[in-house]
């Protein structure tokens, strides 16, 4: 039995060489544009006045009464702590 297990991991062994074969990348270290050879031919379809309009501010009321003062509640929470 032990030697049928040495067997099989020889034989894996066999299979799991590593190629000869490796890849290189290599990348261009520098690439110039010239953009004065590059030609656009048509007209310009520039509007002549594009503006935008600002929304109108909304005013929101306050739904809360107004109060002069809040000592009642002020004295109501330090009520609460020792």
């Keep these: 039995m032990r030697l049928f297990i040495i067997l099989a991991l020889l034989s894996f062994s066999v299979f799991a060489q590593k190629s000869s074969k490796s890849v290189n990348y290599e990348y261009k270290k520098f690439e110039r544009f010239d953009f004065e050879e590059i030609g656009v031919e048509g007209e310009s379809g520039a509007p002549g006045d594009l503006s935008i ?5 909304k005013n929101y009321g ?7 003062s809040f000592n009642k509640e002020v ?4 009520s609460g702590i020792r």
Excluded: D, G, Y
């Excluded at 309009?53 to 501010?57: I, K």
């Design 53 to 57: 309009a600002p929304a109108p501010r």
């Design 62 to 68: 306050n739904r809360l009464p107004e109060r002069k």
């Design 75 to 78: 004295r109501k929470s330090a």
